[in-house]
Nanobody, 115 residues
């Protein structure tokens, strides 16, 4: 059974940095397209960033230049470095792994940005 487990969320002040980690089990994350999504209260889940199995990266316009997605295949992990956090970044962040029709989600980790 494939599982994804996120960690690293917490409370931050505007301008702070946080790094989220997602560790996969039961999958070989290096062959998957790995991504991060987020969901704020009352809003739909939105895409944040993706790294393809080939290493290409894509970002939502709202986080471009502030967030960096990366992976460590040896650890079966994907990371989301978040810099210059803003209150509007407050959300539950979810890790996603996708390969063809196979899609997996983690349970999410809360990020709260508040002064």
């Amino acid at each position: 059974q494939a599982q994804l487990a996120e960690s690293g969320g917490g409370v931050a002040q505007p301008g702070d940095s946080l790094t989220l980690t997602c560790v996969g089990s039961g999958i070989i994350s290096s062959v998957f397209s790995m991504g991060w999504y987020r969901q704020s209260p009352g809003k739909q889940r939105e895409w944040v960033a993706t790294q393809t199995s080939a290493g290409g990266t894509m970002y939502a316009e709202t986080v471009q230049g502030r967030f960096i997605i990366s992976r460590d295949s040896a650890k079966n992990a994907v990371y989301l470095q978040m810099k210059d956090l803003k209150p509007e970044d407050t959300a539950v962040y979810y890790c996603n792994a996708m390969l063809g029709h196979d899609i997996y989600w983690g349970q999410g980790t809360q990020v709260t940005v508040s002064s």
